[in-house]
C-alpha cells in the first residue's frame, strides 16, 4: 500500500505565527482575510493554511500590485506563483481621499501608522474594494481553481499587513506620504476649489479689540442706548477662541495640528447637534 505523500521538508522558509483571530480582527490584514474565505474553497484555504503554519512557504516578495511567492509541496522543486492585486488610478486614489476628508480622524490615525477600519466602507461608497475580490493565481502547480499554495502566501502575506499596514498603500498602488497629500487637498479645496478647512488659526480677519487697561471707564457701560438693546448687532463671533488665543502648535507634521483641532471641534459640535435634535 502506497504512503501518502507528505510536504517536503521546508528550507529557510518562514511561518504563520499570527492568530487567526489577530488576522481577522485588524485591518488591512482582515480584509485580505476576507477575500481568501470568498476566493478559495473551504479545502484549500485550510490546506493554505496548515502550509503557511509548517513553513512550507520558501519566499515571499509583496511589491507594487503583485505579489510573488515560492510555495514547497510534494515535488521536488517548490512552486512559484504570482498573484496580481489591481493597482488603483490617481483618479481613485483622489475619489477615496475626498470620502476620507469627511472623517475628521482619520489622517491622525494614517500620521500614525495605523489603517482604520473605516477605510474599507469608504472604499465601496467609491464603488472600489479594498483587495480586489477577483483575484486570479498563476501557479506552476497548473490548479484551475485557486490553489493551496497561493493561499498559503496570501495567509502570510496578511501577517506581514498585520505588522506593517502601510504595506497595504503600496500593494493597491500609492504611498501614504502621497495619500495624505491628497486628503490635505480634500479638506484644503470646497467644490469652488475656496479654503473650508485646516486654515492657519490666525488667517481670519479679527476686530480690533483695545487692551482692558484703555477702556476701563467704559467697560461696563452699555455701547448702545437702552431702548436699542433688542436691535442691536450681535458681538462678533470668534470661531475657536481658545485656539486663536493658544496660537500655532509647535507640533509639526502634514497638517497644522492647531487645525486638525478644529476640525475634530466641529465635528464634536455637529454631532452634539444632532444628538440634541433626536432627543
Known sequence: MR???????KKLSMRLKSAMEDLRSHPPASWLIETID???????????MTYAMDGQVRVLKIREGVITASVQCTE????????????LSSDDWVKVARRMAVEARI???????????SLAGMFRDCGLEPIANGLKPVCECNDKRPCKHA?????????????MPML???????TPEDLLGKLRQARTLDAKGQAVAHAGV?????PVIPAVEDCLEDFWRCPYPTHEVDVSPMPHHL??????????????GKFPFAGLLETIYDDVSRNASEHRKND
Not at 107 to 114: H, I, Q
Not at 168 to 174: D, K, N, S, V
Open 107 to 117: 489622517a491622525a490615525r494614517l500620521s500614525a501608522g495605523r489603517v482604520p477600519s
Open 3 to 9: 504512503r501518502p505523500t507528505k510536504p517536503r521538508p
Open 38 to 48: 470568498t476566493v478559495f474553497s473551504p479545502a484549500n484555504v485550510v490546506a493554505g
Open 151 to 163: 493561499a498559503a502566501a496570501l495567509f502570510l502575506t496578511a501577517e506581514r499587513l498585520l505588522t
Open 76 to 87: 521536488e522543486k517548490p512552486y512559484k506563483l504570482q498573484i496580481d492585486i489591481p493597482i
Open 202 to 206: 490666525r488667517s481670519d480677519d479679527l
Open 168 to 174: 497595504f498603500f503600496e500593494l493597491r498602488g500609492t
Open 239 to 252: 470661531p475657536h477662541a481658545l485656539l486663536r488665543r493658544l496660537g500655532s502648535s509647535t507640533m509639526q
